[in-house]
């Protein structure tokens, strides 16, 4: 029987983090709203504290949906209770406090001992819990953090109330076998883990976000933290429609989302063109190429079965419909089919000698595009057949 994952996006909060990607209130709202409707189970709306604009971010998108609203904290008496005031009109509100879990943060960020962030975590969960809100703690940077230690703090945030207990690989440290290997420490060492949902919160920086993510869901955590086209701090987070459409594609691993996969394209076009960032062309699911083909072989292969080729379906995360690059690399049946399209029907000679003529422009001008198949027709002295 397959089990759900909730889908907790912090697009707004985390991926807004990026340089020179600030949204206004009504942008974030314009986000939420479609985040909702794509089936995304909590929304981070950001750290009310930080600024008045994000405060007002957070009451707007409360006000705005009814799926779960997440206010980020520090573990302190002040961001807890702005959290809680500005998660006034959520109906599911949830606030996420935390503290650093790593001996590199206890010491080096916090000049503390492990007694100390052991004891803060447990107050501020308390603390927030009486806030009659959901409550999810996040040990930071625990995919550094000593284990025995962790497994320790995570006992105590769940005792202490924690509805979910985030295991952040803050840094992008870990390897996928290792942090899920962690992930799986935590359930056979934290007597009750079982009162809690364990959440995945990975980053980029070594290009791991997306495996590490499923790395945990595959050793028992129950909800991925993400961002639309994977932004976020440094090389930045888990990308949401990766992991949505690894669990659809990937059904043996008997884990599915709610999250309507036709809409990913849509959201990734919106949060890209607000927050001014392009997405890379060859990002997975959602990148200009990720249905595009260019090179002889693949075309070939692609026109005689698309599953040749493509293990997702385009119109399955709302794409139109792949594409075949025309390029010096693409053979006859790529040309072929493209002069069809425009109603042509070359016999065997006709195509030979066109496509002759399309490599020497392919290599001048690198992409060949209908326009220039128009002009190598006319200039063939021949009479291309036409439908
Ligand atoms: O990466 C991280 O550890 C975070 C926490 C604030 C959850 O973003
Ligand atoms: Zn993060």
Redesign the pocket.
């Known amino acids: 029987m397959s089990q759900k994952i909730e889908i907790f996006d912090t697009t707004l909060r ?1 991926g807004e983090q990026v340089p020179g990607c600030q949204l206004s209130t009504d942008e974030k709202v314009v986000i939420a709203r479609k985040l909702e409707q794509l089936g995304v189970d909590v929304i981070e709306a950001g750290f009310p504290i930080s600024s008045p604009g994000d405060f007002l971010s957070v009451v707007e998108i409360s006000k705005a949906v009814n799926t779960g609203v997440c206010a ?1 904290t520090r573990s302190k008496k002040e961001d807890i209770d702005v959290a809680a005031e500005a998660l006034h009109h959520a109906k599911r509100g949830r606030i ?1 406090t ?1 503290i650093g879990s790593s001996d590199i943060h206890i010491k080096h960020k916090f000049n503390s001992t492990r007694e100390k962030v052991l004891e803060q975590a447990v107050w501020a969960v308390s603390y927030a819990k009486a806030k009659g809100v959901e409550v999810e703690f ?1 040990a ?2 625990a995919g550094r953090a000593d284990l025995e230690f962790l497994a320790q703090l995570v006992e105590a945030v769940i005792k202490a109330g924690a509805d979910v207990v ?1 295991v ?1 690989d ?1 840094t992008g440290y870990c390897l996928p076998h290792l942090y899920g290997k962690r992930i799986q420490y935590l359930f056979e060492n934290v007597k009750n883990i079982n009162k809690a949902i364990i959440s995945v ?1 990975c ?1 980029n920086d070594l290009g791991m976000a997306t495996a590490n993510t499923i790395a945990g869901l595959m050793n028992g955590a129950r909800q991925a933290e993400v961002t639309i086209n994977g932004i976020g ?1 440094r090389a930045g987070n888990t990308s949401l429609e990766e992991v949505a459409m690894v669990l659809k594609t990937h059904k043996d691993l008997n884990l599915h989302t709610n999250i309507k996969s036709e809409m990913l394209y849509e959201l990734s076009t919106l949060v890209s063109d607000m927050m001014r960032m392009p997405v890379q062309p060859n990002k997975a699911i959602v990148g200009a190429n990720a249905f595009a083909h260019s090179s002889g072989i693949h075309q070939d292969g692609f026109l005689k079965n698309s599953e040749n080729y493509e293990i997702i379906n385009p119109a399955d995360v709302g794409v139109p419909s792949s594409s075949i690059i025309l390029t010096a690399r693409s053979g006859r049946a790529a040309l072929k089919h493209r002069l069809e399209l425009l109603g042509y029907q070359p016999n065997k000679s006709e195509l030979d000698q066109l496509y002759g003529n399309f490599l020497v422009l392919a290599d001048e001008k690198k992409t060949i595009v209908d326009e220039d198949l128009m002009f190598l027709v006319s200039n063939t002295p021949i009479l291309v057949t036409q439908k």
Do not use: I, R
Request: net charge negative.
């Open positions: 985390d980020l996420h935390g996040f930071e940077d985030n952040p803050t919160h980053h701090e």
